[in-house]
Nanobody, 124 residues
Framework: QLQLVESGGGLVQARGSLRLSCAAS????????MGWFRQAPGKEREFVAAIIWCDSTTYYTDSVKGRFTISRDNAKNTVNLQMKRLKPADTAVYYC?????????????????WGQGTQVTVSS
């Protein structure tokens, strides 16, 4: 069973940076794709970014392109989300997810495993 644990959330001022990490245990991620989603208060959970573990193909939602970078660390079995030039609109609980399909997908239903989430708050 794959388990995911996010870390790195917190409070940051607008235009600041944060780095989220998602540590996986239980199995390696070599045959998976990983995604980050977020959910703001009163809103539906939305896709943020995804990466295919084996070849590092990435995909981003338009609102974070050029500001967020998703990457993987083979040695640590971890996927990271570097967030720069943060905006108040980025405030949300951020979730890490894994799918056993080696594709970049924005669809929540494609993801089999989810972390518990980490809060990111951006003040203006």
């Amino acid at each position: 069973q794959l388990q995911l644990v996010e870390s790195g959330g917190g409070l940051v001022q607008a235009r600041g940076s944060l780095r989220l990490s998602c540590a996986a245990s239980g199995r390696t991620l070599s045959s998976h794709a990983m995604g980050w989603f977020r959910q703001a208060p009163g809103k539906e959970r939305e896709f943020v970014a995804a990466i295919i573990w084996c070849d590092s193909t990435t995909y981003y939602t338009d609102s974070v392109k050029g500001r967020f970078t998703i990457s993987r660390d083979n040695a640590k079995n971890t996927v990271n989300l570097q967030m720069k030039r943060l905006k108040p609109a980025d405030t949300a609980v951020y979730y890490c997810a894994a799918t056993s399909r080696m594709i970049v997908t924005t669809r929540m239903l494609e993801y089999n495993y989810w972390g518990q989430g980490t809060q990111v708050t951006v003040s203006s």
